[in-house]
């Protein structure tokens, strides 16, 4: 495949309708924005934190699982596996199925969301 082929192929994709949707563009904004932030948030916290760390927490036995600091890094990677997923399956849905392209979209922002604060939780106990 040549680079001139590959640039108007993602030209073609840049322009297509799909972005040009006001609530799919916010949406895409937000979800990589907040994936961005905790990706940036977790490598400045990670200097700061001994080599064993809690994982997760459960209110009734408290911490029940710990492990090295570098699996916390683990969290933003699968919000950003859910984001690539989520937007490409959308994409493909969008023109027959938009409500439910709709929901794809803002269940990925609510996934970034809960990813954060359980993140920003892990790392404050």
Sequence with gaps: MSIRLILKRLKRLINHYFWHDKLVFANFVVSVGINLFFWIFLILKLNKLEDIVPLHY?????????????????????????????????????????VNAYFLLFGNSLVQIFLLIAGILIINL
């Design 58 to 98: 459960n209110i009734y036995f408290g911490i029940d699982m710990i492990g090295s600091k570098a699996e916390l890094l683990k969290m933003p990677a699968l919000g950003l596996f859910i984001l690539l997923v989520n937007i490409f399956l959308a994409f493909r849905i969008y023109k027959h199925e938009r």
